[in-house]
Every structure is written in structure tokens, then in C-alpha cells.
């Protein structure tokens, strides 16, 4: 990324509907993915010495900076800092793997320390870990991805591109339950840590339903929603990050 933080041009991105990126290629929607990345893991940018992302004052300035290396349009600010947000909290969970559990004591985790994270700011973060509030959190969290179910298997490409490849191939609109499908293939020979159990009885369900509105001759059920259940309030599946149920309208 040194290459992207030392130039002084700016790239174009392009947003499709929902203020997405796009494009103008995969490989520079990429880039831009893996950009905001690196400044989640900043310790000027997102501080570890703070603990929400709510109380982080750099909003603006994460979003400053990284118009400085793209011509972005300004609608894509907040799905740039949820991509953000989403990306310091992934950072954090690693740390907390690689250099919190891994160790009997702060001693030897202050020892341990990574070379990129300031003693301060990691100092800090080992006296919240070890308070009673995150330890309440993190066993909340444990729980709760023990629930996620039906991972996607589309890697670094974003949801926006796939469904834009979709669009071109067929205009006709694409139902959730066939791009459910689309993000869930599994490669033959590859070998994944998930099981696909769950997620091929999903399927086999919706098609089933799907089949037999067919006979029936309506298609006035959702398949996908038959079986997968409503959103949640507040929250959109299958469309990435930062759609929201106002903005689909």
C-alpha cells in the first residue's frame, strides 16, 4: 500500500446505485478495500487507546485522506468508514488472538508486543481486556458467532461487484435466493474450515419452494425470506456494506 499512500494522483471510483464501489475495474475497488484497511490499522487514525469506534474524533479525517487518493464521490463516506470501522475491529480480534490469549500474563504480553502498536496504546488495550465490561463483551460475542451461519465464500470481491457481473449477465431483476447461491459456491477440491451442510439444506429449501410455487403457477412467496427469516430492523442481507432499508427505497 506504500505505493497508494505516496502518490499524489487521484484514482477514480465509481459507485453504482447504493453508493458502492464498483468500479472502474475489480482490481481498483480492491485497492481501495485494502487502503482503508491499512488505516484502521493506524495508530494515529484509529487509536487503540479507544475503545468505540463512536468516540474515534478522526472520522473526518480518515474520510480527508483518502479523498486525497481517490476522486470518490462524497456519498461514499459512510460506507468508506463502515468499511473502516468494520476493518479496526477485525484488527483488534487478531490482536487480541495473537498476543492476548496466547499468553499467561500482561507481563509477557507487553513483552510479546507488536512492533506496530505504540507500549502505550497497548498497554491501554490490555488494562480494557482485562476489565470486567470487555470480558462481559467478549463471552456476548463468543455466543453469538457461535449462531453465524452460511459464510460467503466470494473472498475480497464485495457484494456491489457480483451483483453488478449479476445484473449484466441477466437485467432482469435477481432475487435474494439466487444471490444467496451466487455468494455460497464452494470451489470443487477446495478444502473450507466451515461446514456447508447448513448452508446446502438452505438452498434445497428454497428451491423446493421455489419449485412448488411454480406448479402451483404464482411466485408470490420469497424463498429466500421463507427460510432465512425478515431482516432484522435496521439491518439489509445480501447487499454489503453500508445499505440501509432507506436507502433500497
Known amino acids: 500500500m506504500q505505493s497508494v499512500h505516496g502518490r499524489s494522483e487521484r484514482k477514480l ?37 479507544v475503545f468505540k469506534w463512536k468516540k474515534l474524533k478522526t472520522h473526518d479525517d480518515m ?34 488472538k495473537k498476543h492476548y490469549y496466547r499468553y499467561a500474563n500482561d507481563e509477557l504480553r507487553m513483552a510479546k508486543r507488536p512492533k506496530e502498536v505504540s507500549e502505550s496504546q497497548f498497554k491501554a488495550l490490555l488494562e ?10 467478549s463471552r456476548k460475542i463468543q455466543r453469538i458467532e457461535k449462531k453465524l451461519r452460511y459464510p460467503h465464500t466470494v473472498g475480497k470481491t464485495s457484494f456491489a461487484i457480483i451483483r453488478e457481473k449479476k445484473k449484466k449477465e441477466n437485467p432482469e431483476a435477481l432475487s435474494s435466493k439466487e444471490f444467496f447461491v451466487a455468494t ?16 446446502a439444506s438452505k438452498i434445497a429449501e ?18 429466500y425470506v421463507s427460510v432465512m427469516g425478515p431482516d432484522h ?15 433500497l427505497k
Not at 18 to 47: D, M, W, Y
Not at 73 to 82: F, I, T, Y
Not at 233 to 247: A, S
Open 63 to 96: 474520510w480527508n485522506y483518502t479523498m486525497e487518493k481517490y476522486d470518490i464521490p462524497k456519498v461514499a463516506k459512510e460506507w468508506a468508514l463502515r468499511t473502516i470501522q468494520l476493518a479496526w475491529r477485525k484488527y483488534k480480534n487478531g490482536l487480541k
Open 128 to 137: 480494557y481486556w482485562n476489565s470486567d465490561a470487555a470480558q462481559d463483551m
Open 206 to 223: 428454497m428451491e423446493r419452494i421455489e419449485t412448488q410455487e411454480s406448479e402451483d403457477g404464482s411466485q408470490s412467496v420469497d424463498a
Open 13 to 49: 471510483i465509481m459507485l453504482n446505485e447504493l453508493h458502492q464501489p464498483i468500479g472502474p475495474t475489480e482490481a481498483i475497488v480492491k485497492e481501495l478495500g485494502s487502503f482503508l484497511g491499512t488505516l484502521a490499522r493506524n495508530g494515529t487514525f484509529c487509536p487503540l487507546n
Open 184 to 199: 455460497r459456491r464452494r470451489k470443487p477440491g477446495r478444502v473450507y474450515k466451515d461446514s456447508y451442510e447448513d448452508t
Open 233 to 247: 430492523p435496521g439491518r439489509v442481507r445480501l447487499y454489503g456494506r453500508g445499505v440501509t432499508k432507506t436507502l
